[in-house]
């Protein structure tokens, strides 16, 4: 089963949206005439085996409808298998009694640096932003993440299960982001979250401006002249490759990485993660996915995404966006809390992100902090909306809707059991399933993974 | 320069007594209650006249003519204090033409953030509405970096908001230590004691100082002098220390010399309650702090309940990127992660004010403490409660910041 999974993972992978893509193979006959033909990096990723699991008499937010009360639900093989409320535990089950309890789907962040900003926060292992050039699409984050990040235990104590590891802002165009389950692991292949689409990272506004001020870009008008030339090259290329790819006539055409990233966009194939703080800057981007032909599957950060909410609306681009942050820049002095809910009340897909080794942790409270902003100042959101912020909407986002995110029979149990209502200060998560394994536990020290470079320190650990 | 110091201090003490009387009587009826400096009280008014509490308890004669607020089913407290903050100081911090807290040179005991401090910044109002009433704000970054400042939360003119100049000295027993040390956080330690026994040296010397007839000392005159209320325990030396280590150095550097000693962050607290507890320091933590550094690896969320738990008074802090209106949930946070609730409370009011020689004047509803009073729609640190009313200095502050007026613009699109 574990095997079976990955290898189906390197198939996914390969069969994107159906289109000729670099890493599917060739003619079965025929060896891969090019090393773009082999399957590039693949996921190692296994699902740990677990019993059963019942939970019981909980409510439950199951980020897909209705909250449901007095409910059970049913984990088997991985699987969300059933959601009532006279479920019959199966032989074995590890049956949890969740009066009083609160259950959600797995936590998913669109924007986190674990393992590419590691702690301790060394130059060491600050392998985030390769800021030699304003585009580096050539670069993937999977190749800088670190798997021993004692950031990555405390993250999973918070109820994540599911994280998008991007590069950082300084480039326009920074690099593929990894998708990446939050397990133990030796190596980064081993939490790739089989079958996920890549992200590109790009960046507008200040970052980019601020590192190339002396080569360039200096400029807003200068970042947008350095993607459209970036993704000028794009198309050429992809023409390129897609006539070879039909006709296989001749020697194939120069890999060119940062190409083959880009050429992938506008295939569709890998989704645009867009960090951008200005409405007006947003709207210039929409325009220039409308150039190319490809759109933005999220903003992040998105601060003033709320003057544009009928925008983003309108394009079904979402916007990942903090509770609260604001006024550390002048592209984020127009931050307001309501940012989410405004957005929800304009039929924009809102989620909540950290891109935060802190808030990573507490994205349940972040989101609670967004939810009243938006009820104390009269807007229409409930918790079954904030529940999608952090769950639902950021696997649309990663392009995992129909793997994970909500609680629905057949869905993937990544799921989280909590003390109280997450959108309490108080609550905390007590269990967090990762696709059906028991990952933590708050009352066993046995299921609180602590890194290889937790061994031996004076630090205690998660759960605390 | 200490001229101009003294007379600053001078002004805000002024400016203390006088704060702007609220224009009227105020009678806060039939809440709960917490005085911080008592336990909780059901169905109590708070009355408040001048800006000042007159009374607290059950049984308050309520004046005909005053105003009154019904806070059935709500919860008033104290308003917050925030320990450690730049409000007024920094507008946007990658904005260097907005930042106030910064100055070059690594000893700048002298430094007094106070004169630098703008009513007007838009970070305020973000603050206050979320029942932050005052705070003190610090300088940035050096080794031995100037004098934090007390200020209240509302106020047109800088005398208005400035309660107590010179509240602290802020020094930095961590990396800034490490650096002002030359590579060694020993010598940095050193150094600061040599600044110290300098300071007194001076101080009894000044005639010789004065006719050059002493040996160089480690920094100007100016410097010295600042330095000088520390040594006298007058005022706080304001110690950021996160490792044990470095806990441990602030604990004997103040032992040794008499010092009231305040630390900040304090991430491995907890590995040295029981010492802090014996030596009454209040610590300053961050209870979202967990996250380790090689400064702080055994960091983590219980350590505000574990210092409390041995004694230790807790005050909090946060340094989220939302601003210090985080404050309220990080003190829930900590509630979270073991602190009891009571405890909270007072670790975000009544604990930073005696902490920083503000005891008689605010962090409790008593009578003639100033009027910084907050009503809660139901239990403060929570994200579903809302600081209905908040008062500072007994006067109302607007439901208003430029986030509102943001939201309002933005409401319903196209805006108009």
Redesign the interface.
Same mark, same amino acid.
């Given at each position: 089963m574990p095997r079976w999974s990955a290898l189906l993972g390197a198939g996914l992978l390969a069969a994107c949206a159906g289109q000729p893509a670099p890493s599917q193979p060739g003619p079965k006959d025929a060896a891969p005439a090019t090393s773009a033909d082999r399957v590039q990096y693949a996921s190692t990723y296994a699902r740990r085996p677990f019993r059963p699991v019942l939970i019981r008499n909980a409510t439950i937010l199951t980020a897909a409808g209705p909250e449901l009360r007095n409910a059970s639900l049913l984990l088997e093989d991985g699987k969300v298998t059933a959601i009532g409320t006279a479920l019959a535990a199966p032989e074995g089950a590890m049956v949890v009694d969740g009066s009083g309890k609160f259950v959600t789907p797995g936590i998913i962040d669109t924007h986190s640096h674990l393992g590419v900003y590691a702690a301790p926060g060394t130059f060491a292992e600050g392998d985030g932003n390769e800021a030699t050039n304003p585009v580096t699409a050539e670069v993937w984050a999977e190749h800088s993440i670190w798997p021993q990040d004692p950031q990555i235990p405390l993250a999973i104590a918070g109820g994540v299960t599911v994280i998008q590891v991007l590069p950082g802002s300084a480039n326009l165009i920074g690099g593929r982001s990894a998708v990446i389950r939050l397990v133990p692991a030796r190596t980064v292949q081993e939490m790739k979250y089989p079958g996920a689409r890549y992200g590109l990272k790009m960046a507008c506004g200040e970052n980019p401006k601020r590192v190339y001020r002396s080569r360039g870009p200096s400029t807003r008008m200068g970042n947008m002249a350095g993607y459209r030339d970036a993704f000028i090259d794009a198309e050429e290329y992809r023409a390129k490759w897609d006539k070879w790819r039909a006709e296989r006539k001749g020697d194939p055409p120069e890999r060119n990485l940062r190409l083959e990233s880009l050429a992938g966009v506008l295939r569709g194939e890998i989704l645009v993660q867009n960090h951008c703080y200005r409405a007006d800057e947003m709207a210039q981007m929409l325009d220039l996915a409308r150039e190319f032909g490809f759109t933005i599957r999220s903003f992040h950060h998105a601060v003033e995404a709320y003057k544009i909410a009928d925008l983003l609306a309108q394009a079904g681009t979402a916007a990942s966006v903090w509770a609260d942050w604001w006024g550390f820049k002048m592209e984020s002095y127009d931050g307001v809390p309501q940012n989410a809910a405004l957005l929800q009340q304009a039929g924009a897909r809102a989620i909540i992100h950290s891109d935060d080794e802190g808030g990573i942790q507490r994205l349940n409270q972040e989101a609670a902090k967004a939810l009243h902003a938006g009820r104390q100042a009269g807007l229409p959101v409930t918790r079954e909306d904030a529940i999608r912020w952090i769950t639902a909407n950021p696997a649309w986002a990663l392009g995992l809707e129909a793997e994970t995110g909500t609680l629905e029979a057949g869905k993937k149990a990544d799921v989280v059991v909590w003390s109280a209502d997450p959108f309490s200060v108080y609550a905390r998560a007590e269990l967090v399933f990762n696709e059906g394994w028991l990952v933590f536990d708050r009352t066993d020290p046995a299921r609180q993974l602590r890194t290889d470079f937790n061994l031996g320190q004076a630090a205690p650990g998660v759960g605390r | 320069m200490n001229r101009i110091r003294r007379i600053s201090a001078l002004a805000a003490a002024a400016a203390l007594a006088a704060l702007p009387a609220g224009a009227q009587t105020i009678a806060i009826t039939g809440g709960t209650v917490h005085p911080v400096s008592g336990g909780p009280l059901e169905n109590a008014t708070v009355l408040i006249r001048d800006g000042r509490i007159v009374a607290v308890g059950r049984e308050v004669a309520i004046p005909a003519d005053a105003r009154r607020v019904d806070a059935r089913g709500k919860v008033v407290t104290p308003g917050l204090i925030h320990p450690a903050s730049n409000l007024g100081l920094l507008?946007?911090? /990658?904005?260097e033409a907005t930042d106030e807290t910064d100055v070059a040179g690594d000893v700048t005991p002298s430094f007094d953030v106070s004169a630098g401090i703008n009513p007007d910044n838009?970070?305020i109002p973000?603050a206050r509405l979320e029942g932050v009433t005052s705070t003190v704000v610090l300088p940035g970054g050096g080794f031995v970096a100037g004098q934090a400042a007390w200020i209240g939360l509302l106020g047109d003119r800088r005398e208005d908001v400035i309660r107590r100049a010179g509240v602290a000295l802020l020094a930095n027993l961590g990396a800034a230590a490490k650096g002002a040390g030359g590579g060694a956080r020993a010598r940095g330690l050193a150094r600061l004691e040599r600044l110290l026994d300098d300071a007194a040296e001076y101080d009894r010397r000044r005639a010789d100082f004065r006719r050059n007839a002493i040996q160089p000392l480690s920094a100007p005159a100016e410097e010295l002098e600042a330095l000088l209320p520390v040594l006298r325990g007058e005022r706080p030396l304001y110690v950021v220390a996160n490792s044990?280590r470095d806990i441990r150095n602030a604990l004997h550097l103040a032992a040794e010399r008499r010092l009231r000693l305040v630390l900040l962050g304090a991430a491995?607290g907890w590995?040295v309650a029981g010492e802090l507890a014996r030596a009454g320091v209040p610590v300053v933590v961050n209870p979202?702090?967990?996250?380790?550094?090689?400064d702080n690896?055994?960091?983590?969320?219980?350590n505000p309940a574990l210092l409390a738990e041995a004694g230790v008074t807790v005050v909090l802090t946060e340094s989220? /990127?939302?601003?210090p209106?985080?404050l309220r949930?990080g003190a829930?946070?900590a509630?979270?992660?073991g602190l009891p609730w009571a405890r909270a409370l007072e670790a975000v009011t009544l604990a930073p004010a005696r902490a920083f020689g503000a005891g008689h004047e605010a962090g409790s509803l008593e009578p003639g403490k100033l009027a910084d009073v907050v009503v809660w729609s139901g239990d403060p640190?929570?994200?579903?409660?809302?600081a209905e009313l908040v008062l500072i200095g007994g006067r109302e502050v607007p439901a208003m910041s430029r986030?509102t007026e943001?939201?309002e613009r933005?409401?319903r699109?196209?805006?108009q």
């Open positions: - | 507008e946007v911090s /990658s904005i838009v970070r973000v044990e491995e590995k979202f702090q967990n996250v380790p550094g090689f690896l055994g960091a983590r969320w219980d989220e /990127s939302g601003g209106r985080n949930w829930g946070h509630v979270r992660n640190f929570e994200y579903a409660t809302r986030q943001l939201l933005y409401r699109l196209p805006p």
